[in-house]
């Protein structure tokens, strides 16, 4: 089939890119490779999917349109699986406005283009940070997501709400999957196991905030990739509605779903810790700081309806996941600088 794919190099794009090429698909992948961090590893990860010949990079902003038009033409794709955008929950305190340009603008353009161009099935990647600091766990689809606590969750819910409009108005098949703090090899720099791993090796200090008492819904991104692939032939539509209504989110006005990809398996923050300095074979030099704005206390996904859509959960242990990220770092380290 033809993909296509934004963010290929970014983290999950890249891994998801990589697993389509293998299989004998065709992947454009459009990037901007923006410095919101290490570029290097950007260019390693579209390197590495330079490999197969059918890959084709398409390197300009989302907020380009000329750009993305001529792109999505060329390519002509079957899927678009939208996973470009400013991430990060802190830095949208800092620089709101690249998340709205982004996350929204950028966003719109893709949405409008899948219709354009009559894809069979348009997925976009939204956010647990939808759900803001809501008491109630597992975090369901279904539950009120009207309380984000930030810019870039704001955004996402944005998305969301257009990318439904959209699907109503012209029945693009659409499914918007809510991520959980994904991590492994390839990983961004921004986030907390590579700042973890990084700094273990550098024999300096660890931040970890709300003094250790918070939770994460950690999914391993093969996991990810696994569960997007298989939403990717479940396209919604009456003919695959789940029978519970407690959990299924096809609206009744549009071909559109929202999906949590995650294990339902949260982790304490020290537990975590604890896991990376086993994978290390040395101790942390732990700062103990107090949550940051933005931050939630916990995530922790309800993954019925990935299972009843698709009859797979995320099940990599963190044990396993972490391993195979300290493994990649150890080796990626020289290459990074």
Known sequence: MRYF??????????????????????????????????VKL??????????????????????????????????????????????????????????????????????????RHKVKHLMLASTSSIYGASPTVPFHETDRTDEPLTIYA???????????????????????????????????????LFKFVDRILNDQPIEIYGEGQMSRDFTYVEDLVEAIIRLSHVAPDESNRVADERVETLSRQAPFRVVNIGGGQPENLLDFVDIVEKAIGRPAKRQMLPMQQGDVPRTFASPALLQALTGYTPSTRLEEGVKAFVEWYIEARPELG
Request: glycine share 6%; proline share 5%; no cysteine.
């Open 42 to 115: 950007k260019h390693m990860r579209h390197a590495a999917l330079a490999q197969y010949p059918a890959f084709t990079p398409v390197i300009a902003m989302l907020e380009d349109r000329a750009a993305l038009e001529e792109a999505v033409a060329k390519a002509n794709p079957e899927i678009i699986v939208h996973l470009a955008a400013q991430a990060g929950v802190r830095y949208s305190i800092e620089n709101p406005q690249s998340y709205l340009s982004s996350n929204v603008q950028g966003s719109w353009n893709i949405i409008d283009l899948a219709e």
């Open 154 to 192: 704001a955004t996402k819910k944005s998305m969301e709400l257009i990318a439904h409009s959209h699907a109503h108005l012209h029945k693009t098949p659409t499914t918007a999957f809510r991520f959980f703090t994904v991590y492994g090899p390839w990983g961004r720099p921004d986030m907390a």
């Open 5 to 38: 794919i934004t963010g290929t190099a970014g983290f999950i794009g890249f891994h998801l890119a990589r697993r389509l090429l293998a299989e004998g698909h065709e992947v454009t992948g459009f990037d901007g490779v923006t410095p919101y961090y290490n």
